[in-house]
RNA sequence: GACCUGGUAGCUCAGCUGGUUAGAGCAUCUCACUUUUAAUGAGAGGGUCCUGGGUUCGAGUCCCAGCCGGGUCACCA
């Protein structure tokens, strides 16, 4: 519930399809026979679906809630199937059991007239299989429990497995999740499989005694990884915002501040493009422990990676596009170096950055003078090396200019400690030693400074509060960031991000309410006629006005005819008196 | 941001070089039918052909602009 209402608006006068004003026929029908459409009462159920058929037998008295997906009518009994959240069952409902009175009127019309698919209803009854072996309700008892005014897209699974009629129009699919999840079952399971991984998780953090976390959405200074952020404003403060793009430098303040272990789910905003891999939100695992290299991290990756497999799918090796990837650890480890010698034939020891300018060049990719050593360097990679790695591969030793917030490496100067993880050539997770050392890393962020006037439009911000944490000391640690949605979409063979999030973002939609505002009381048009004006399409008194009187006269009472409506037809007369009401009510 | 591509009934889709009243399957409505399962048989209704301009005797179809998707690329994770 929200916590405030928003103005209400009535949508009376919206255009309805004929099958919409049925299925609003129906709800008053039910009303008229003293069933309600929408009971406040609680509904009971003894069973679910999938799960009843399972451990199936017969003659046991059940009760069952969810949608009525599909009809087959045969006189005085009928076949349907009801949806729960597990599945579909078979249930078989006959006049005479259904209605052992004399009144027939809960199977004769209730259940044939005025139920419609995708309606909510409840249903006790008795366990059976029918001649042909399909376990089964016989109804006893039927409960109207929420009656559907839209029909769902209707498809039909045949024996084979095909279905007909889907529903796969990825616009329609993502603007109304809810329909997609009601009659696309694989969707569902991908979402159920993303809330199994995001339990396993906090259950294999939490056994290891690391502590969840909630830090700032809202920054002054969006720090912890090169992005454009988006920018909001705060009104008491006068001030702005940022939607964070990391929530890096916050877990590091609370490692200062004495956890030795902690995580979050971070909610990351970028203002930046939209693809199949990129929404403007995304989910980031953030994890710090103190006291740790990006050795161990290695090791707790490629754990926690194939405990996740398991949990999702009961095996490590798992089916990804036209590849099996293999999440068994140990992992492939190759320096950034070693893997640009193999796949470009560079040895970025060797190079100065004019020298990698001129290897980029030969590679036949664009630089520009904006990009320094550690920029050239991640081009080279990124163009020539990245989607070779199908199999989970740590990519480790990363130069430290394009890396300002890791350690320098314990032996080969001018690298990092850090490494990234890539699987079916995308980047997954991307971990440090953590740098503590607060001079040095106040001395980075002024190199990143300087990239940034030279054009670098990605360069990190310095945050001087961040910057006095480190100066109280903070423990050696190890971080690591995995990106949630892309790897939810490899543990369940999905090739877009928007597979893998509810509401994947959209250009907003624009509804069409103007009948909504519709007000013809300036031409004095009876009460009983407004909705059918705006249902033969005179959105406005404007759109009258704008018709010849001759024309709305034929039109309106073509809609009367055509509707079977049960009010008198309008004489010219009476439009023709709209015409001057409006002129006198103007002047 | 660039290029390619699409928008026709509740859903999935046909609709030729522009030409009577825009079609199909499923869904809906009416009738028949007591163990069906893409139930079946008979009949009926249902459309702002995305929007707005233009060309034409005539536009779902051609042209222009716009709106909303999808794909590829650029940027990024």
Redesign the pocket.
Known sequence: MALSTPRLRTFEHM?R???ER?RIASVDALRARGIDPYPASAFSVTHHSTSLKKTFEEDVQVTLAGRLM????????S?AELQDHEGRI?I?L???ELCPGEDKSMYNDVFK?FL??GDFIGIEGNT???????P?I?VTALTVLSKAIR?????????EG?V?????????R?RQRYVDLVVNPNVKNTFIARSAMIRKIRDVFDARGWTEVDTPVLQSIPGG???RPFVTHHNALNTSLYLRIANELYLKRLIVGGFEGVYEFSRNF?N??M????????TVLELYVAYKDYHWMMETTENLFGELAQAVHGKMEIPLGEHKVNFAPPYARVTMRDAILEHAGVDINDLDEAGLRKACENQGI?TDDSMGRGKLIDELFGTKCEHHYIQPTFITDYPSDMSPLTKAHRDKPGYTERFELLVNG??VA?AYSELNDPLEQRARFEDQLKLSERGDD?AMFIDHDFLRALEYGMPPTSGIGI?I??LVMMMTNQT???EVLFFPQ?????F?TAGGDADFSALGVPKHWEDHLVSAGFKSARDVLDTKPTQVHQRLNGYRK?NKLDIPALSLEEVSAWYANAENHTS
Not at 164 to 172: I, K, Q, R, V
Not at 275 to 282: G, K, L, M, S, V
């Open positions: 255009i399809s004929e099958q049925q599909s009809r087959r009518i045969m006189g005085k009994a076949f078979q078989y006959n006049r005479d007239k419609d698919l059976f299989r029918t001649q042909v072996g399909e089964s016989k029909p769902l897209p209707d498809l039909k699974t045949d024996d095909n007909h009629g889907a529903f796969t129009d990825p616009e329609l993502y990884a090169a992005a970028r930046e493009g693809d199949r891999t990129h929404n403007p939100e995304f664009e995308t980047e991307n990605e990106g949605d892309r877009s991000i928007q959209m250009r907003p939609e624009s069409d055509k």
